[in-house]
């Protein structure tokens, strides 16, 4: 069924949230038994099979080109980089902070929403997105608002980190170029096999050996790709057809969500301050969400 209703489309969209709330903690769990980047291939070689199953083959007779360089380029680099952000994380703990690092997106989508597609937002963007940033910095920092804390947890994984800030461009600019290039049209089913075969490339030349399939990796490997190819199925129909900015600012509220579930499933002991970050990114996110209502 095409979904044409931007009301219908955003609540794809909000649903989307959801589902990538499960998906880090998956990830994070499939990579240590299945390693980055052969957990990453497998996760997006079962996520293609399904959009594909769901949406069918992609179209690209009328595609706008530019879209399809752009786009996929953004997609594949995102995705590449926060499978191996996680996976890479010293911790499981750190691993959850990686995902707050990524989520610097939906405020980079606002900003770059009103330079690239002239959203008009009014003086609150700047105080929202400042205060979204300082519970990001929060979450980060183990001791108060330490400079030398967030210094100190960055350099003990600087690959990773960098990796996590590298997500929150890359996926700031997919959103933005999606809404202007894309002409209505979703080829996230095409972005999911050029990731895996990225991957899968990328593990060619790689030390990793994949271990043997067990019942309880299978399934969360399937819970992961279903987090994920699903998230993106709704979420490009909601970023194409729905209400982008309030998507965006909603997706503030993902860094709680995605770090409680995290924290659950995954058995990471996080701290009083970590939450009082996310109370922040959730003030920031109100604050963002005024300050671009018409």
Known sequence: MRITSPSAATACGLAAILLWSTASGLIRSVSEHFGPIGGGAL?????????????????????????LVSGSALFVAYEICLCLALGYAVSRTQAIQLVVVNYLWPSLTVLLAIFMNRQPARWLIVPGTAVALLGILWVVSSDGLSLASIASNIASNPLSYSLAAACAVTFALYCNVTRRYANGQSHVALFFVLTAG??????????????????????ELLAAAVGMAGGYALWNIGILRGNLTLLATASYAAPVLSSAFAAAWLGAQLGLQFWQGAVLVTVGSLLCWQATRG
């Open 43 to 67: 996760i997006y070689t079962l996520g293609a099979a399904l959009l594909l199953m769901l949406l069918g083959r992609p179209r690209l007779r009328n595609a706008s080109r530019l879209y």
């Open 198 to 219: 990225v991957l899968w490339l990328k593990y060619l030349f790689s030390s990793e050996a994949l271990p043997a399939f067990s019942l309880v990796h299978s399934l």
